[in-house]
């Protein structure tokens, strides 16, 4: 069974949402974030549960 996976601001599963994206904290790089196609075009915040970095901007 494949893990779930979900956006990190609204816990959507982006497993099946197209222009979703997941990648490593930019920061610490020890969490991967999870964006879902939505929160990323209107730049909803995400925070990493590991060393606190935020982002986007």
């Known amino acids: 069974m494949e ?9 959507e599963d982006i497993r099946v949402d197209t222009g979703s994206t997941a990648f490593k904290c930019p920061s610490c790089s020890k969490e991967i974030i999870a964006r879902c196609n939505r929160c990323r ?10 060393c606190g970095f935020s982002g986007p901007n």
């Open 3 to 11: 893990k779930e996976l979900k956006c990190n601001s609204c816990k």
């Open 41 to 50: 075009k209107t730049a909803v915040r995400y925070k990493c549960l590991s």
